[in-house]
């Protein structure tokens, strides 16, 4: 019976669909003393690491939020102020098992942040990071995903709202 518990899990555990790589792209806005009225962007890269048919699965990520220039009350053009690099460890919890073809999710976890706002990269900012989304399509092929999280910063936070692709 052991043997038997033992093989499965081996076999589970180097499943290649238990581990998924995701590329996301969006828009962001930011709170608190943060706050500018510049547009925002954010891209990201993750990586996913989970049994295909439970409900958890570990992600890594790394992003970098930035912003576009905006115009001034004087007319000329302004920078786009806050820059951020982001890396960071969370879990997802699927509300539906992972075999369906759609399913809204929960995630969370722990960052690790630089920020940059007068062209002076200042790392190890450390916050969480939460939020929510949904993905959709064939456990067969990649799926796309519309996603939520709010980034906490010592001095406000952001919001990216991204759409991607797992792979």
């Not at 699927?94 to 002076?120: C, I």
């Not at 949904?134 to 010592?154: M, N, Q, T």
Request: proline fraction near 4%.
């Amino acid at each position: 019976m052991l043997g038997a518990q033992h093989s499965a899990l081996a076999q589970s555990s180097s499943d290649p669909s238990s581990i998924s790589w995701a590329l996301s792209v969006g828009g962001e806005s930011v709170t608190g003393a943060l706050k500018s009225g510049a547009s925002r962007y954010a891209v990201g890269l993750a990586l996913q690491v989970g049994p295909p048919t439970e409900h958890f699965a570990l992600r890594a990520d790394l992003s970098y939020h930035g912003g576009l220039p905006a115009s001034c009350s004087s007319g000329a053009l302004c920078g786009g102020g806050l820059e951020v690099f982001a890396t960071s460890i969370g879990v997802i919890f699927r509300l539906n098992d992972k075999s369906r073809s759609w399913s809204p999710y929960l995630l969370g976890g722990l960052a690790v942040y630089a920020l940059d706002q007068t062209g002076d990269l200042k790392p190890a900012h450390f916050g969480a990071q939460y939020g929510a989304g949904f993905e959709v399509g064939s456990k067969k092929s990649a799926k796309l995903f519309l996603e939520v999280r709010y980034l906490d910063l010592s001095q406000g936070g952001l919001v990216p709202m991204v759409v991607g692709i797992r792979f």
